[in-house]
């Protein structure tokens, strides 16, 4: 069985500062994982997507994430924030056609 | 590719009356999802179809929700009788096999 666990559940940053989301995944085999954001009132957008080619990802907008299986993390990160990136981020696994959501976690960008 | 369609976006209706959503999938994509999302419970998916079958209706709520997929490029999820409690926003997504999910803006649904 799959889960998807995001630590926090509100981020706040200021502008220009770094963001880090963070994200640990469960699963018997190394799943496929995807960070999707939610503007309010927008549906799901594709940020990144971790295929088991390299283990850093880089996405849309200037996010990226790290694969490390030793650590059954998959954190994303961007170095310097901006006021539109504030949003619900979630992280998703993909095992065969089903996915599993974190819980999703809403990123505040104060200026 | 106009992306996944889903109407209306926004739905307002009162408790008893019966809602209909509708979603049209991506062309060529095999499968086909309903999600729903509530502060509460988070994102659930409802139900799958592949190849306009449905393949895990375990999601679905009760006997008042119903989904059909009567071909490739349309999919209608049913609430009959709708009650307070399924307002949310209803998402479709649909995807090739074992491919990224490609989400459609939602439904907003409203029972008072």
């Known amino acids: 069985a799959q889960s998807v666990t995001q630590l926090d559940s509100h981020v706040s940053v200021s502008e220009g500062t770094p963001v880090l989301l963070r994200c640990n995944y469960s699963?018997?085999?190394?799943?496929?994982l995807f960070w999707y954001v939610q503007h309010p009132n927008k549906g799901l957008q594709l940020l990144l997507k971790?295929?088991?080619?390299?283990?850093l990802v880089k996405g849309i907008n200037g996010f990226e994430a790290e694969f490390k299986k030793s650590e059954t993390s998959f954190h994303l990160t961007k170095p310097s924030a901006h006021m539109s990136d504030a949003a619900e981020y979630f992280c998703?696994?993909?095992?065969?056609?089903?996915?599993?959501f974190g819980g999703g976690t809403r990123l505040m960008v104060k200026p | 590719d106009a992306g996944v369609i889903q109407s209306p976006r926004h739905e307002v209706t009162e408790m008893g009356q019966e809602v209909t959503l509708r979603c049209k999938p991506i062309?060529?994509?095999?499968?086909l999802f309903w999600y729903r999302q509530t502060m509460m419970r988070g994102l659930e998916l409802l139900i799958y179809?592949?190849?306009?079958?449905?393949?895990?209706d375990s999601g679905m709520p009760e006997d008042r929700f119903s989904a059909k997929m009567p071909n490739a490029s349309f999919s209608t999820l049913k609430i009959q009788p709708s009650e307070p409690r399924d307002s949310a926003v209803y998402f479709c997504?649909?995807?090739?096999?074992?491919?990224?999910?490609?989400f459609g803006p939602g439904t907003r649904l409203t029972v008072l």
């Open positions: 062309s060529g994509h095999d499968y």
């Open positions: 179809f592949n190849n306009n079958v449905p393949i895990d």
């Open positions: 998703v696994s993909n095992a065969g056609n089903m996915l599993t």
């Open positions: 997504a649909s995807s090739l096999v074992r491919g990224q999910q490609f």
């Open positions: 971790y295929t088991s080619a390299a283990t």
């Open positions: 699963s018997s085999y190394s799943p496929s």
